[in-house]
T-cell receptor, first 116, second 116 residues
Framework: AQSVAQPEDQVNVAEGNPLTVKCTYS??????LFWYVQYPNRGLQFLLK??????LVKGSYGFEAEFNKSQTSFHLKKPSALVSDSALYFC??????????????FGAGTRLAVHP | DAGVIQSPRHEVTEMGQEVTLRCKPISGHNSLFWYRQTMMRGLELLIYFNNNVPIDDSGMPEDRFSAKMPNASFSTLKIQPSEPRDSAVYFCAVLLGYTGGGYGYTFGSGTRLTVV
């Protein structure tokens, strides 16, 4: 079955320190991977995606993610965390059985808390 | 969020009442998705449309739920009769165009439904 796992419910990091939010996936064929962020009382916002090419993908707000095929992972990273990065982060993978409809399968989400 | 308008933002209703949630997407999309978000179950895909046609409604929890998309600029999600366990945030999302594996979704700000 195709799935996305975010093993951490919450990640705590001090402002200025590097952060990593973990994601692993299981999908048939080549994965199309996404990260979204949700701020309080808002919808999800697109951060970045991996389709093909360089394994290190850069996205919005200084975030990047590293695709690792052998480990089936797509961890989200940022070199220096800001308090304003505190939010709920979702990893998603395209359902390869959805044909051309680009249905996404979302992980459970990881709450990132950046402390001053 | 500006690309997808959902109304109302908040809805409080009594058990047994009919509830209609509305979504007005920006033009240019080809797929529209309805999601439900709760603390216990995370993000759940309820139904999605492509070119205004329902493609997969397997996520609709019960016959009490129905969704329509009469044209490209409007969709509704109806719950009749509503129950307390339907309390959640309901999101509408659209896919804008197609680039490789898709550029990802644009989400509305959601409707917070409380059934008492």
């Amino acid at each position: 079955a195709q799935s996305v796992a975010q093993p951490e419910d919450q990640v705590n990091v001090a402002e200025g320190n590097p952060l990593t939010v973990k994601c692993t996936y299981s999908v048939s064929g080549n994965p199309y991977l996404f990260w979204y962020v949700q701020y309080p009382n808002r919808g999800l916002q697109f951060l970045l995606k991996y389709i093909t090419g360089d394994n290190l993908v850069k996205g919005s707000y200084g975030f990047e993610a590293e695709f690792n095929k052998s480990q089936t992972s797509f961890h989200l990273k940022k070199p220096s965390a800001l308090v304003s990065d505190s939010a709920l982060y979702f990893c998603a993978v395209r359902d390869s059985f959805s044909g051309g409809y680009n249905k996404l399968i979302f992980g459970a989400g990881t709450r990132l808390a950046v402390h001053p | 969020d500006a690309g997808v308008i959902q109304s109302p933002r908040h809805e409080v209703t009594e058990m047994g009442q009919e509830v209609t949630l509305r979504c007005k997407p920006i033009s240019g999309h080809n797929s529209l998705f309805w999601y439900r978000q709760t603390m216990m179950r995370g993000l759940e895909l309820l139904i999605y449309f492509n070119n205004n046609v329902p493609i997969d409604d397997s996520g609709m929890p019960e016959d009490r739920f129905s969704a329509k998309m009469p044209n490209a600029s409007f969709s509704t999600l109806k719950i009749q009769p509503s129950e307390p366990r339907d309390s959640a945030v309901y999101f509408c999302a659209v896919l804008l165009g197609y680039t490789g594996g898709g550029y990802g979704y644009t989400f509305g700000s959601g409707t917070r439904l409380t059934v008492v």
